[in-house]
Nanobody, 114 residues
């Protein structure tokens, strides 16, 4: 099992930026898929962005052009750079790693004020 710890969440005004980090307890080099989901109050968890082991990325339409996912295999860390934040980006952001199983982090709160 891979332990995942998110950090970097917080309160920011609309139009601002945050950078989330997801630190893994072991090597992510061979992990096929890593990514971020988010869950807003009263809503289902939704996929935000994914990055494959070959660094191919995929984004939800709602964040394309504003968010960038990246991975640093040497640091066993995945990042989510979030720019031009909107109030609708508010939620708990969860990191996940999918290999022969799926592991999740505990989540980090992002709040965007209008």
């Amino acid at each position: 099992q891979v332990q995942l710890v998110e950090s970097g969440g917080g309160l920011v005004q609309a139009g601002g930026s945050l950078r989330l980090s997801c630190a893994a307890s072991s090597s992510i080099f061979s992990i096929n898929v890593m990514g971020w989901y988010r869950q807003a109050p009263g809503k289902q968890r939704e996929l935000v962005a994914t990055i494959l082991s070959g660094s191919i990325t995929n984004y939800a339409d709602s964040v394309k052009g504003r968010f960038t996912i990246s991975r640093d295999n040497a640091k066993n860390t995945v990042y989510l750079q979030m720019n031009s934040l909107k109030p609708e980006d508010t939620g708990v952001y969860y990191c996940y790693a999918r290999y022969w199983r799926t592991d999740w982090g505990q989540g980090t709160q992002v709040t965007v004020s209008s």
